[in-house]
């Protein structure tokens, strides 16, 4: 396979050449040039001199080999390019397409950095086994993992025990991809939880303070509202809440804001 680059005024262009001779009026090549396939690049044919190109728009994208040259692969670059592995292989499926004609090479997987979706090459012709070729990227992703992220970690690793394995099932991958997926955002809810009880035992904590103050500077005393409902008077700010650890509107601790005493010794939100 030979490859080389073209810009015209408004298009950049990847162009492909098998090294065999490539049957134009194929079914594999008809429906690769005559539909739009989501997450294949769009491609057209020219023959030059006899030699049939195969042009791939690349226009506002960028390989994988170029974005990730400097940069270490995150759990969610990750789950993206497999993800989008697992899309181009359903979609070919769809059009019964030849998968092992997927070419997995980080220099033809191109991606949207903006969008974050990733799209592949087409190659009819271009025959290598598709189970070889997932092992042969996640050889090329694991070394540039960035190691601080477990579940980077774990999800490459994860994925290139699976090309190991015999009898290769897209089935099997997306089992380990969205496993993956499911506990970081089971990790992601158990962290939310922990700050919002955090939070909650804080603010809970500045309202307690701020009644020991009330109390030791004579503003608040014990009583009931109006209404009969047990808790704290303050005489700057009126009843603070039932005795449940929360105030009412009004009342002394102003969630999240603390207090302060002016310079007659009466405190204030």
Do not use: W
């Amino acid at each position: 396979m030979r490859a080389e680059y073209k810009r015209d005024v408004s298009h950049n262009y990847l162009i492909l050449q098998e090294e065999k001779a490539v049957d134009t009026s194929s079914y594999q090549v008809r429906m690769l040039t005559g539909n739009v396939i989501p997450s294949i690049l769009k491609c057209h044919l020219q023959n030059l001199d006899g030699e049939v190109l195969f042009y791939y728009d690349i226009t506002s994208k960028q390989s994988i080999a170029t974005l990730f040259e400097d940069k270490k692969f995150r759990s969610q670059d990750l789950q993206s390019i497999l993800e989008g592995f697992v899309k181009v292989m359903e979609e070919l499926a769809e059009f019964l397409m030849n998968t092992d004609q997927l070419v997995l090479q980080p220099e033809y997987i191109y991606m949207d950095a903006e969008r974050k979706k990733v799209y592949f090459c087409c190659l009819p012709g271009y025959q290598k086994e598709i189970q070889g070729q997932l092992r042969g990227l996640t050889e090329y992703i694991l070394p540039k993992l960035d190691h601080e992220d477990n579940q980077a970690v774990m999800l490459g690793y994860g994925i290139y025990r699976k090309a190991l394995e015999p009898g290769f099932q897209l089935e099997v991958i997306k089992e380990a991809i969205y496993q993956k997926e499911d506990e970081a955002d089971k990790n992601a809810a158990a962290q939310k939880e922990d700050k919002y009880q955090e939070m909650s035992a804080c603010l809970h904590g500045i309202h307690d303070a701020h009644i020991v103050y009330c109390l030791r500077v004579g503003t608040v005393r014990p009583g009931s509202d109006s209404k009969g409902n047990s808790g704290t008077h303050c005489r700057l700010r009126g009843y603070t809440g039932q005795n449940t650890g929360r105030r009412s509107v009004g009342g002394c601790a102003e969630a999240g804001g603390g207090f302060k005493a002016d310079g007659r010794g009466r405190s204030g939100a």
